[in-house]
Nanobody, 123 residues
């Protein structure tokens, strides 16, 4: 099993930055590909960013490319999402998730999820 705990969300203004953290425990973190997803009210959960187990490969949704950066520190069992130039449309609950299967943006491929952290961006 893997336990994931997100932190770092909050209320910010448009143009501000936030850094989300996801602390992992349980199954060997360094073997897991990790992803960040988000879900806005009334919308389906959508992919934001993913990172391979080694950290050498990253992938972003078009909506966040150039503004968000995913990274990981395997020594600390933590994955991060640096979010810059935030927009009101980035408002959502952000979830981290893990998968041993492959480097992917498909939510169904991820088998463990955190409880989420709220990010609210005011205009």
């Amino acid at each position: 099993q893997v336990q994931l705990v997100e932190s770092g969300g909050g209320l910010v203004q448009a143009g501000d930055s936030l850094r989300l953290s996801c602390a992992a425990s349980g199954r060997t973190f360094s073997n897991q590909h990790m992803g960040w997803f988000r879900q806005a009210p009334g919308k389906e959960r959508e992919f934001a960013a993913s990172i391979s187990w080694s950290g050498q490969r990253t992938y972003y949704a078009d909506s966040v490319k150039g503004r968000f950066t995913i990274s990981r520190d395997n020594a600390k069992n933590t994955v991060y999402l640096q979010m810059n130039s935030l927009k009101p449309e980035d408002t959502a609950v952000y979830y981290c998730a893990s998968t041993p299967v492959g480097f992917t943006s498909r939510p169904g491929a991820y088998d463990y999820w955190g409880q989420g952290t709220q990010v609210t961006v005011s205009s």
